[in-house]
């Protein structure tokens, strides 16, 4: 019994963290219509600068600056920004697949610099040497997790606040503007560019700090966290919630959270000792048709959008509403 | 130096013929398709299949043609492959692209295309295991092109290269000497006037695929020749792929053969500065170059 | 009994379900004659003669050619009943030669070559140039093409579509000159214009549409006297001054 309920307490953080980070591209993606093909870099940005600015010194690479934990997670969110606010100035003005296409890239690239700068990132061996905060306070058994996790929830609960608030602000209805109709918006006078790329960047920051978490949560990150099938993951927590709900969006990585760990542990009791090798596989190709399977048959997601989205060349109540 | 810029050309050479297809669909149904590179896949495994079931026919067909490592068998493989590969193709739009297409936006595609690709890879995983594999087990030995410097060429990668020439040069007469050619190129600048004109836009995009995929097809079987076929190439090759077409200018499929020799040539290049771990940063370092300096590519147009 | 080679019946058509753009619209072209659509702006000039070819929905009415039906025909099959449009604008492939643009136009011709010479012998202009890309040409050389393409499908009817729409006063009067000649030999032209003095000059019959609806419709001399006329436009203009 126990050990089940610590390891619920286990499950719910990490869909926790990976809730907040669906929740980030759910701004991208669900309110602005901005296809991010490289999570896994932001998420990845958060957890290195984080665990490299608050750990301790270690001898095979940079880092061990010690920080107050705070700054140290604000720091990685800060390096997750930085990096989008790059891309997003380099591609936001093209067409719209050359962000998918380069945000696709930076994550290829994230992964490889990780894996090779071994001076910076302790190359594949990963960044050790961190020591999660209050640690000395609680330990690091039962009670920690537990904390732990009503901490991610507390930050889950703050994201999620933010992003209701800022939906319903005139920030949020610009954004849905810009996604409905670009050229009315411009013709409003409104920057879509400089909206997007504001847009971009504040989810790339929150899913930062879903990586920050992620990173502090196992004290340890090392490029085997930043493969791209993280981003798919999260993308189909994202497309099974309903992209622009954000309660969905939440729902979503449980449930695909949820569903991952099932079928791995499903697979590891029942499938033969030859198949073993293959549960990878299994798995990707499972993520891959929910995907697929979601576009087809209910691209509107589990739990649709609540709001009345507009289609184009039809006069809904939406100009009233505004 | 040399030598790198020798593999370069090599390795540009079936860049090239990836992003051909890539720049075309991506032009004809405007959307980044992040599955076109496992249809390299499809084609090399495909390949791999006739190969073996052509050499268990005729022994005839196993032996080697000249100085190449390479057999009757698999000569007419990449035929078939080819003609495999672009079935393929046609049947992945027909089945989940275009009815992606009608329910959703342009980006639900470019998503589609993600999953596709993961399903693609991880089956091709499950059906011919995960480790690589070769056409030929033996050891083909390099020419010495020159002593100093030090420059080899192996025979296959010549034909690889000649080879791929030859297809490009049959597409360039295909594209401004046909009418085919004039229709493939009238519904990527206009496809509402190409109907207009009797042209049929759902045979024409059959058409794209099966030349993508055919091309596809017989890029990945030269990949396979140079390095070896494993189920994650695709995912290797998408983003060289891919900035092959941008630094080409997307839609313009002589710019997507000029960008796959220019990122093939700058990858290996840039070994000679970067540990060569670094290499699969590289296409990613050029597509952000060309963003910066001129988004539209050598040969694309604006166009929103 | 009128030889009609096109009959819209009642048609009601629009780009979304439930906004129609047109409504019960019935219009007939007679052989070998050139008839006119004119209208206000937004009166569905246009989109009469892209749902005449498989271009917009239609959700309600007959549309028969030569007597048969072609009510939910694709666009690229209406060439092969005879039938051939010329859109507005980008009504060329640029990107192609003059030559190459022909013979896309061309390749389900039974005779290219003959019919080749012949639209070179037609437009000697574009005979000239038929190396340069389309993009290069001017507008009126650009709306001969136009015509040039259309004409290639040797169809008995063709659909333009303000063909005068920004030339020069005398590229306009050339292109609808060209188009008056043409039903000279046999072909019969329905044509949307804003034009409306210079096109009535040279139409046999004209149609006024206004806000998706037909108004008034006659032979194009009568109307060019008919008060009416000046009230569809001037009404028009005065409620969206209001």
């Not at chain 2, 268990?56 to 196993?62: E, F, N």
């Amino acid at each position: 019994m126990i050990g089940f309920i610590s390891y619920l307490v286990f499950f719910s953080t990490v869909a926790a963290i990976l809730a907040i980070a669906v929740l980030g591209l759910n701004l991208q993606w669900g309110n602005t219509g901005l296809f991010n093909g490289g999570i896994v870099a932001s998420f990845g940005a958060g957890a290195y600068g984080t665990l490299i600015l608050g750990g301790t010194p270690q001898d095979g690479h940079l880092g061990g600056f010690e920080l107050f934990y705070p700054l140290a997670l604000a720091g990685g969110m800060a390096f997750a920004g930085g990096l989008a606010w790059v891309v997003g100035r380099l591609t936001l003005r093209l067409r719209h697949d050359y962000l998918a296409i380069a945000t696709f890239g930076v994550a290829v690239a994230f992964e490889n610099v990780m894996r090779n700068a071994t001076g910076v990132t302790g190359g594949a061996q990963g960044i050790r040497g961190f020591e999660r905060p209050l640690q000395n306070l609680l330990g690091s058994g039962f009670s920690y997790n537990l904390v732990f996790l009503v901490a991610v929830l507390a930050f889950l609960a703050l994201v999620y606040v933010f992003l209701e608030r800022l939906t319903v602000s005139p920030f949020g209805r610009l954004l849905r503007a810009i996604r409905e109709d670009e050229t009315a918006a411009r013709s409003l006078g409104k920057s879509p560019d400089r909206v997007r790329l504001a847009a971009f960047v504040t989810g790339s920051v929150i899913i930062g700090l879903a990586g920050g978490l992620y990173g502090t949560f196992y004290a340890f990150v090392s490029p085997q966290d930043v493969l791209p099938i993280l981003t798919f993951q999260i993308w189909a927590m994202l497309i099974v919630g309903g992209a622009g709900n954000n309660r969905g969006a939440m729902a979503g990585a449980f449930l695909i959270w949820g569903a991952w760990t099932f079928s791995g542990w499903a697979l590891s009791r029942f499938a033969p000792v030859e198949a073993q090798l293959y549960t990878g596989s299994i798995q990707f190709v499972l993520i891959g048709m929910v995907i697929v399977g979601m576009l087809l048959w209910r691209p509107q997601g589990l739990f649709p959008e609540r709001l009345v989205v507009s289609q184009p060349g039809v006069d809904t109540g939406n100009k009233q509403r505004d | 130096m040399i030598q790198h810029l020798v593999d370069g050309i090599l390795v540009g050479s079936f860049l090239s013929l990836g992003a051909i297809g890539l720049t075309m669909a991506m032009h004809i149904l405007r959307f980044a398709n992040f599955s076109h590179a496992e249809l390299l896949s499809i084609g090399a495994y495909c390949a791999l299949v006739f190969d073996k079931v052509f050499e268990s026919l005729s022994p005839v067909l196993a032996t080697k043609i000249g100085p190449l490592s390479m057999t009757g068998a698999l000569a007419i493989s990449i035929i078939l492959s080819m003609a495999a590969t672009g079935l393929s193709a046609v049947l992945i739009d027909r089945f989940i692209f275009q009815r992606v297409r009608q329910k959703g936006e342009e980006l639900s595609m470019v998503f589609a295309s993600f999953g596709m690709a993961l399903i693609i890879r991880n089956v091709i995983g499950l059906i011919f295991g995960l480790s690589g594999e070769l056409y030929s087990n033996e050891i083909a030995f390099a020419m010495v092109l020159s002593r100093d410097p030090l420059l080899l060429v192996k025979p296959d990668q010549v034909f690889v290269l000649i080879a791929a020439l030859v297809l490009m040069f049959a597409l360039h007469v295909v594209l401004s000497r046909t009418t085919f050619g004039y229709s493939l190129r009238a519904v990527a600048e206009n496809p509402r006037l190409a109907q207009v004109h009797g042209i049929n836009l759902k045979r024409m995009i059959a058409a794209v695929w099966v030349i993508g995929g055919g091309l596809g097809a017989v890029a990945g079987i030269f990949y396979g020749l140079s390095f070896q076929i494993t189920p994650v190439m695709g995912r290797d090759l998408v983003l060289p792929i891919f900035a092959a077409t941008i630094v080409g200018g997307i839609g313009s499929v002589y710019g997507a053969v000029l960008g796959g020799f220019i990122v093939g040539i700058a990858s290996n290049l840039a070994l000679v500065i970067l540990p060569s771990g670094y290499s699969p940063s590289v296409p990613f370092l050029m597509i952000l170059a060309v963003l910066l300096v001129r988004p539209n590519g050598l040969f694309g147009e604006a166009r929103a | 009994m009128p030889d009609a080679v096109l009959t819209v019946d009642a048609v009601t058509a629009g780009y979304v379900p439930d906004l129609p753009i047109l409504r019960s619209v019935t219009l007939t072209a007679e052989r070998g004659k050139l008839t006119v659509i004119i209208g206000p702006n937004g009166a569905g000039k246009s989109t009469l003669i892209k749902a005449v070819y498989g271009l917009v929905p239609i959700s309600d009415g007959i549309i028969t050619a030569d007597g048969k039906g072609i009510l939910g025909l694709s666009p690229d099959r209406m060439t092969s009943v005879g039938i051939a449009y010329v859109p507005q604008s980008d009504n060329v492939f640029r990107t192609l030669t003059i030559r190459q643009n022909l013979d896309l136009a061309l390749q389900k011709h039974a005779r290219a070559d003959e019919k080749l010479s012949e639209l070179y012998a037609r437009f000697p202009v574009l005979a000239d140039k038929q190396r340069d890309r389309a993009g290069s040409l001017s507008g009126g050389q650009r709306q001969f093409l136009a015509v040039a393409m259309a004409l290639a499908a040797d169809p008995g009817l063709i659909l333009m579509d303000e063909p005068s729409a920004g030339l020069s006063p005398k590229a306009a009067e050339e292109v609808l000159d060209h188009a008056k000649q043409l039903t000279g030999q046999g072909v019969t032209i329905l044509l949307v214009e804003q034009n409306v003095k210079q096109a009535l000059k040279r139409a046999d019959h004209c149609y006024v549409l206004a806000e998706g609806r037909n108004q008034i419709d006659g032979p194009a001399a009568d109307l060019l006297q008919d008060p009416a006329l000046g009230r569809i436009y001037l009404g028009r203009e005065r409620r969206a001054q209001a």
